[in-house]
C-alpha cells in the first residue's frame, strides 16, 4: 500500500470530470482501494475521491463506521467502496450544515445539499450497489461525488459569511485544523 499525498484546491486535476472505470476486480483497481483506505484514515477523513489523490478515475470511498474526530457529532456511515455512482435526489428538500473537505485544509464552510438520496455504482467487483440515504450519510456521498465531476464543496457555498477559516469559525476544533 502506498500513501498518497491529497492535492489541494487549486490543482487543475481537481476540476477534470473522472473516467468511468470499465475493469473491475483487477489487482490495480484494488490497489487502489488499499491506497485509498490507508491515504484516508491517515487524514482522519469520512471519504476521499481518487481525484484528490491525482487518479482520474470515478472511485470513491467513505465511511466511518464509528465517530470521526473532524465530525464528531454526525452518525456513523457505512464503509463503501462505490465507483461509476450516479445520484438521484429523493425529493426537492435541502439541508444546509458544515462541510470540510481533505483538499481544503483547515477551512469549513456551509453548503446545502439533498437532504435524502438514492445512490448507484458498482463495488470492487463490479457488484451493483443501490442505496437510499439521507442525514450525513447523503451529505458524505454527494460530497465525495461531487469530486468525480471536478466540484470541490466552496463552488456550492451561497453564503461566504459563512465560509472561512475552521480556528476562527470554531476554535475549539482548530487542533483540527488540518481537515
Same mark, same amino acid.
Given at each position: 500500500?502506498?500513501?498518497?499525498?491529497?492535492?489541494?484546491?487549486?490543482?487543475?486535476?481537481l476540476l477534470l470530470?473522472?473516467?468511468?472505470?470499465?475493469?473491475f476486480d483487477t489487482p490495480e483497481l484494488h490497489r487502489l482501494i488499499e491506497d485509498m483506505r490507508e491515504t484516508m484514515a491517515v487524514a482522519n477523513g469520512a471519504g476521499l475521491a481518487a481525484p484528490q489523490i491525482g487518479v482520474n478515475l470515478q472511485v470513491v470511498i467513505f465511511g466511518t463506521g464509528a465517530v470521526v474526530p473532524r465530525y464528531p457529532d454526525a452518525e456513523p456511515v457505512p464503509r463503501t467502496v462505490l465507483i461509476n455512482p450516479t445520484i438521484?435526489?429523493?425529493?426537492?428538500? @435541502?439541508?444546509?450544515?458544515?462541510? #470540510?473537505? *481533505?483538499?481544503?485544509?483547515?477551512? $469549513?464552510g456551509v453548503v446545502?445539499?439533498?437532504?435524502?438520496?438514492?445512490?448507484?455504482?458498482?463495488?470492487?467487483?463490479?457488484?451493483?450497489?443501490?442505496r437510499v440515504a439521507e442525514g450525513?450519510?447523503?451529505?458524505?456521498?454527494?460530497? @465525495?461525488?461531487?469530486?468525480l465531476w #471536478?466540484? *470541490?464543496?466552496?463552488?456550492r457555498? $451561497?453564503?461566504?459569511?459563512?465560509?472561512?477559516?475552521?480556528?476562527?469559525?470554531?476554535?475549539e476544533l482548530s487542533d483540527q485544523a488540518d481537515d
Open positions: 500500500m502506498t500513501l498518497h499525498t491529497i492535492l489541494k484546491m487549486g490543482d487543475p486535476r470530470t473522472a473516467q468511468p472505470v470499465t475493469a438521484t435526489p429523493m425529493g426537492d428538500e @435541502e439541508i444546509e450544515d458544515w462541510e #470540510g473537505c *481533505l483538499s481544503v485544509p483547515g477551512m $469549513r446545502p445539499r439533498w437532504a435524502r438520496i438514492r445512490y448507484q455504482g458498482f463495488d470492487p467487483l463490479g457488484g451493483v450497489i443501490d450525513f450519510h447523503a451529505r458524505v456521498v454527494q460530497h @465525495e461525488c461531487d469530486h #471536478g466540484k *470541490l464543496y466552496p463552488m457555498v $451561497r453564503d461566504f459569511s459563512r465560509f472561512g477559516f475552521i480556528e476562527v469559525l470554531f476554535p
